[in-house]
């Protein structure tokens, strides 16, 4: 959509409005986070690339941090939601770019000029890039001991210029040999105080990040030693996040630079020798999170190292695959959880293994250890992977015999039977399913499975509420307790179950049948219920959406929304008379919840 296309905040509904206001943002994300978010909103940081208004509007952009990021954010139920690729994003948090790109967003509602381009928006940025261009203009225009002086003077009365300009010296001065660029980058990366606490990371890294260009200038005088220092230099990082509260996630945007530096160096170094290998599988084992693309060092590494690295690989596997069995032997627990180095370790033999052709060796290792429902979900795709579906089947079926009461193995057998048109089977397998776990779903999967198959679905279904009925029946001698007053609740039937399914299939006479007292049945459907009734049946409406209310003021409190709803969709269902007389009750019986009696409608 084109930014003239843009919807004015008229059009907006207010909880839109709301879903991007600075409480919500802060509330997504957090003060912090906000705060440093503001930066980028008034920078040419962000570049809107597209947008939609309806039904779920959407802005996507992309933003300029320490590499460009591809944010977006939308509304979703009333609230704000993103995505973006930035490290920080990607365990589900708010980044400061999905924050930023919401400020920008209320700004381009906030006006809308001739052009389709927001008005104070582009005014804001207009002047920025002016005053800008005039300041650039002037230093360029100065001679150097002017400007020396300037910087000199500002040192004095700016701890952080002073600090900067110390370090710029200190780097511009750095000397040449490996082992003194070491320990400059060594004291380059060091957390100061042992631990860096979350308001102290941008000050870390602004300091940290003068690795970047000490690894650039360390490899235009020896690509061959600058290696080993992009080495030193990421476990540096990796340490001071692992002493750092890094939630805005800059030690890790640190480290994916730093992550990049030794890709860029080995692809200018000559191929590595061939005991780079282990070192290498020493790092990729130690990344705590994937801060290089491991593909494009794998092949920068040269034919030489790669193969030593996977020899090394191979053997530290078998190594580790040898102390696991003994110890699950030892222990005589065939359930034995691999710890996670070992794990790891395992995958990335398997991917080499993979990646080599040696499928039937990824069988072996893959067959050896079936003694975890996850164990054999892997193989089962692995093999699907290759294209052996029939093999594939056969290991769904037999992880099915060893563990039938497992979630995850059934649902990947009942995935074959509908592929390969095993409908009778996937129709009994469901049927087991609704009876250990009975609910909506679960129901609508087997009824769908019933048609399948070739059932008399009406007869299916009559036997199916026999069964519910009788359940309900059984759970009527089971003693119930309140909590937490321990009071005995009455043993009444419990319908709710039934009643959803009567009302997924739009059944609402049926439903209002069912649900009546002493039968006990959730709120939520009784309102279902109740909203759908046609309108003869409006004063047994009003009898469900009284019982609903009457439940919740029992433990309501202000703001009193829900209840405050119900009383207005009770109301539109009453003569004058009768809504006048009903709101003075409610008046005398809650005169002492101050602020339910204040919202409520006039009589």
Same mark, same amino acid.
């Given at each position: 959509?084109?930014?003239?296309?843009?919807? #004015?905040?008229?059009?907006? $509904?207010?909880?839109?409005?709301?879903?991007?206001?600075?409480?919500?943002?802060?509330?997504?994300?957090?003060?912090?986070?906000?705060?440093?978010?503001?930066?980028?909103?008034?920078?040419?940081?962000?570049?809107?690339?597209?947008?939609?208004?309806?039904?779920?509007?959407?802005?996507?952009?992309?933003?300029?941090?320490?590499?460009?990021?591809?944010?977006?954010?939308?509304?979703?139920?009333?609230?704000?939601?993103?995505?973006? *690729?930035?490290?920080?994003?990607?365990?589900?948090?708010?980044?400061?770019?999905?924050?930023?790109?919401?400020?920008?967003?209320?700004?381009?509602?906030?006006?809308?000029?001739?052009?389709?381009?927001?008005?104070?928006?582009?005014?804001?940025?207009? #002047?920025?890039?002016?005053?800008?261009?005039?300041?650039?203009?002037?230093?360029?225009?100065?001679?150097?001991?002017?400007?020396?002086?300037?910087?000199?003077?500002?040192?004095?009365?700016?701890?952080?210029?002073?600090?900067?300009?110390?370090?710029?010296?200190?780097?511009?001065?750095?000397?040449?040999?490996?082992?003194?660029?070491?320990?400059?980058?060594?004291?380059?990366?060091?957390?100061?105080?042992?631990?860096?606490?979350?308001?102290?990371?941008?000050?870390?890294?602004?300091?940290?990040?003068?690795?970047?260009?000490?690894?650039?200038?360390?490899?235009?005088?020896?690509?061959? +030693? &600058?290696?080993?220092?992009?080495?030193?230099?990421?476990?540096?990082?990796?340490?001071?996040?692992?002493?750092?509260?890094?939630?805005?996630?800059?030690?890790?945007?640190?480290?994916?630079?730093?992550?990049?530096?030794?890709?860029?160096?080995?692809?200018?170094?000559?191929?590595?020798?061939?005991?780079?290998?282990?070192?290498?599988?020493?790092?990729?084992?130690?990344?705590?999170?994937?801060?290089?693309?491991?593909?494009?060092?794998?092949?920068?590494?040269?034919?030489?190292?790669?193969?030593?690295?996977?020899?090394?690989?191979?053997?530290?596997?078998?190594?580790?695959?040898?102390?696991?069995?003994?110890?699950?032997?030892?222990?005589?627990?065939?359930?034995?959880?691999?710890?996670?180095?070992?794990?790891?370790?395992?995958?990335?033999?398997?991917?080499?293994?993979?990646?080599?052709?040696?499928?039937?060796?990824?069988?072996?290792?893959?067959?050896?250890?079936?003694? +975890? $429902?996850?164990?054999?979900?892997?193989?089962?795709?692995?093999?699907?992977?290759?294209?052996?579906?029939?093999?594939?089947?056969?290991?769904?079926?037999?992880?099915?015999?060893?563990?039938?009461?497992?979630?995850?193995?059934?649902?990947?057998?009942?995935?074959?039977?509908?592929?390969?048109?095993?409908?009778?089977?996937?129709?009994?397998?469901?049927?087991?399913?609704?009876?250990?776990?009975?609910?909506?779903? *679960?129901?609508?999967?087997?009824?769908?499975?019933?048609?399948? &198959?070739?059932?008399?679905?009406?007869?299916?279904?009559?036997?199916?509420?026999?069964?519910?009925?009788?359940?309900?029946?059984?759970?009527?001698?089971?003693?119930?307790?309140?909590?937490? +007053?321990?009071?005995?609740?009455?043993?009444?039937? /419990?319908?709710?179950?039934?009643?959803?399914?009567?009302?997924?299939?739009?059944?609402?006479?049926?439903?209002?049948?069912?649900?009546?007292? $002493?039968?006990?049945?959730?709120?939520?459907?009784?309102? *279902?219920?109740?909203?759908?009734?046609?309108? #003869?049946?409006?004063?047994?409406?009003?009898?469900?959406?009284?019982?609903?209310?009457?439940?919740?003021?029992?433990?309501?409190?202000?703001?009193?929304?829900?209840?405050?709803?119900?009383?207005?969709?009770?109301?539109?269902?009453?003569?004058?008379?009768?809504?006048?007389?009903?709101?003075?009750?409610? /008046?005398? /019986?809650?005169?002492?919840?101050?602020?339910?009696?204040?919202?409520?409608?006039?009589?």
């Amino acid at each position: 959509m084109s930014p003239s296309e843009v919807e #004015s905040e008229e059009t907006w $509904p207010v909880e839109w409005l709301e879903a991007i206001s600075d409480a919500a943002l802060i509330k997504a994300s957090s003060s912090g986070i906000f705060s440093r978010a503001k930066a980028y909103a008034h920078s040419d940081a962000i570049e809107i690339t597209d947008e939609a208004p309806y039904p779920e509007p959407t802005l996507w952009a992309q933003v300029l941090g320490t590499h460009l990021y591809e944010t977006s954010v939308w509304i979703e139920a009333d609230r704000i939601a993103g995505d973006c *690729n930035c490290p920080n994003a990607q365990d589900g948090w708010f980044c400061k770019h999905q924050v930023a790109l919401a400020m920008v967003w209320r700004e381009r509602l906030a006006g809308i000029g001739a052009n389709g381009e927001p008005g104070a928006a582009k005014s804001q940025r207009a #002047s920025r890039q002016e005053k800008r261009q005039s300041l650039e203009e002037f230093l360029y225009a100065q001679d150097v001991q002017t400007l020396a002086d300037k910087l000199l003077s500002f040192a004095r009365y700016d701890r952080q210029i002073a600090s900067d300009l110390r370090q710029w010296h200190k780097l511009a001065t750095v000397p040449g040999t490996p082992t003194e660029l070491k320990s400059v980058i060594t004291q380059l990366l060091a957390p100061l105080d042992g631990f860096i606490e979350y308001g102290e990371t941008d000050a870390y890294v602004r300091r940290a990040e003068s690795v970047i260009p000490l690894l650039q200038k360390a490899c235009e005088r020896d690509p061959e +030693s &600058a290696v080993e220092l992009a080495v030193h230099a990421l476990r540096r990082a990796w340490h001071a996040m692992g002493v750092a509260d890094d939630s805005n996630g800059d030690i890790g945007d640190l480290c994916i630079r730093v992550g990049e530096q030794l890709l860029d160096i080995l692809q200018t170094a000559e191929d590595q020798p061939e005991a780079f290998g282990k070192t290498y599988l020493q790092l990729i084992i130690d990344d705590p999170f994937g801060s290089f693309d491991a593909a494009a060092v794998e092949e920068a590494i040269g034919p030489v190292a790669l193969e030593h690295y996977r020899s090394c690989l191979a053997s530290r596997w078998r190594k580790e695959r040898d102390q696991y069995l003994a110890e699950r032997a030892k222990a005589k627990n065939q359930d034995l959880d691999k710890d996670w180095d070992f794990a790891r370790l395992q995958k990335l033999h398997l991917a080499e293994l993979e990646r080599a052709g040696q499928v039937e060796s990824v069988l072996d290792v893959l067959k050896e250890d079936l003694t +975890s $429902p996850g164990a054999h979900e892997t193989l089962i795709r692995f093999l699907e992977r290759h294209g052996r579906q029939r093999e594939a089947f056969a290991a769904a079926e037999a992880a099915y015999k060893k563990y039938p009461d497992h979630w995850r193995v059934e649902s990947t057998l009942l995935e074959f039977y509908r592929r390969d048109g095993w409908h009778r089977e996937a129709f009994k397998l469901l049927e087991k399913r609704f009876k250990k776990a009975p609910d909506l779903a *679960n129901y609508q999967a087997l009824i769908e499975a019933a048609k399948i &198959a070739g059932e008399d679905v009406e007869q299916y279904r009559e036997s199916v509420f026999k069964r519910l009925i009788a359940l309900e029946k059984a759970q009527m001698k089971e003693p119930r307790i309140q909590w937490p +007053s321990g009071k005995a609740l009455p043993k009444v039937p /419990r319908v709710t179950l039934r009643a959803q399914i009567l009302v997924s299939e739009k059944r609402w006479l049926e439903a209002l049948e069912i649900v009546q007292p $002493p039968a006990e049945c959730e709120g939520e459907v009784l309102r *279902n219920i109740a909203l759908h009734l046609p309108k #003869s049946h409006q004063a047994e409406a009003v009898t469900l959406l009284k019982r609903i209310f009457e439940a919740l003021m029992q433990t309501a409190s202000t703001p009193y929304r829900e209840p405050l709803e119900l009383v207005g969709q009770i109301i539109k269902r009453q003569d004058a008379a009768t809504r006048r007389a009903w709101l003075t009750e409610l /008046r005398t /019986r809650f005169k002492l919840k101050r602020n339910f009696i204040r919202d409520l409608p006039a009589a």
